[in-house]
Antibody, heavy 120, light 112 residues
Framework: QLQLQESGPGLVKPSETLSLTCTVS??????????WGWFRQPPGKGLEWIGS???????YSSPSLRSRVSISVDTSKNQFSLNLSSVSAADTAVYYC????????????WGQGTTVTVSS | DIVMTQTPLSSPVTLGQPASISCRSS???????????LSWLQQRPGQPPRLLIY???NRFSGVPDRFSGSGAGTDFTLKISRVEAEDVGVYYC?????????FGGGTKVEIK
């Protein structure tokens, strides 16, 4: 059964870079027709897409975050990662990784989420 | 970007009664491949989101048949035929027809 697990620091200082990793178990991250994505949810608010990477390594990111976002894949570890630079308090949120499954294009598997607080 | 608008914001429902959530997109979600990539997710309190419906009306594995989706173009609806206590949470529509992926603002379903 496919499982996703986010990991990374729970506290990041303003202006620094937030780095998270999503470990995929139960399937290969290079399986075709999947996109692996990052999402976030600020306290008490809705869901926001940050960006995705395809099984071939093509990346897509939210226009509002594009200048600060980097998403990469490590096939040897079956992981994909998020770097969000120059963070501020507005980046405080629960961060989720999830799989977007083609051809349904539904977000069919989610990690449990990890809370990241930006504070000095 | 495609803007997704959900109504209502909140839906107090009596157990066993139906509930309906509307989602409207700022442009058609029909993809050039003939599919419409509109899905519905449920987020129970303290839990990650869970896929309920994909491509407008297809129930995901394990989703009870009291959940149904319908619509086309820019107007979509999620219906719960008889609300149960476990259905409490926030429901989101999401479009994946084009990047950036976008979500509706969410509809909170609660028991009266």
């Amino acid at each position: 059964q496919l499982q996703l697990q986010e990991s990374g620091p729970g506290l990041v200082k303003p202006s620094e870079t937030l780095s998270l990793t999503c470990t995929v178990s139960g399937d290969s991250i290079t399986s075709s027709t999947y996109y692996w994505g990052w999402f976030r949810q600020p306290p008490g608010k809705g869901l926001e897409w940050i960006g995705s990477v395809s099984s071939t390594g093509t990346t897509y990111s939210s226009p509002s975050l594009r200048s600060r976002v980097s998403i990469s894949v490590d096939t040897s570890k079956n992981q994909f990662s998020l770097n969000l630079s120059s963070v501020s308090a507005a980046d405080t949120a629960v961060y989720y990784c999830a799989r977007l499954a083609g051809p349904s294009f539904g977000l069919d598997v989610w990690g449990q989420g990890t809370t990241v607080t930006v504070s000095s | 970007d495609i803007v997704m608008t959900q109504t209502p914001l909140s839906s107090p429902v009596t157990l066993g009664q139906p509930a309906s959530i509307s989602c409207r997109s700022s442009q058609s979600l029909a993809h050039s491949d003939g599919n419409t990539y509109l899905s519905w997710l449920q987020q129970r309190p303290g839990q990650p989101p869970r896929l309920l419906i994909y491509k407008i009306s297809n129930r995901f594995s394990g989703v009870p048949d009291r959940f149904s989706g319908s619509g086309a173009g820019t107007d979509f609806t999620l219906k719960i035929s008889r609300v149960e206590a476990e259905d409490v949470g926030v429901y989101y529509c999401m479009q994946a027809t084009q990047f950036p992926l976008t979500f509706g603002g969410g509809t909170k379903v609660e028991i009266k």
